[in-house]
């Protein structure tokens, strides 16, 4: 599976951004697809993911009630939107796809086997 994200930019705090994955390679509504972020001298951590129906979601607590992850599998395409953003929100955003689960949503990214290449969002304080 390929993977390209998109959608990053400078937004000042409380400003939204709204992030795309587009894939490749594979049925796109087979699998989970996620997304993580990574500051800088941060490890990579879990941010959001979305099982192939778009039926079972699973957010991060630093991120619940403001970032919305949906898909749409006739564009292969997974959305995050990232409202009421903080500068703590600043990284590198990641999309990855899970090809062995389609329907248990992961959180781990050693279970994800394909990686989009980031996109970088920077809020200003």
């Known amino acids: 599976v390929q993977l390209q994200a998109s959608g990053g930019g400078l937004v000042q705090a409380g400003g939204s951004l709204r992030l795309s994955c587009v894939t490749s390679?594979?049925?796109?509504?087979?699998?989970?697809v996620g997304w993580f972020r990574q500051a800088p001298g941060k490890e990579r951590e879990f941010v959001a993911a979305i099982n192939w129906s778009g039926g079972s979601t699973y957010y991060a607590n630093s991120v619940t009630g403001r970032f919305t992850i949906s898909r749409d599998n006739a564009k292969n395409t997974v959305y995050l939107q990232m409202n009421s953003l903080k500068s703590e929100d600043t990284a590198v955003y990641y999309c990855a796809a899970d090809v062995k689960h389609a329907v248990v949503v992961t959180t781990t990214p050693s279970d994800f086997d394909s990686w989009g290449q980031g996109t970088l969002v920077t809020v200003s304080s």
């Open positions: 390679g594979r049925t796109f509504s087979t699998y989970v």
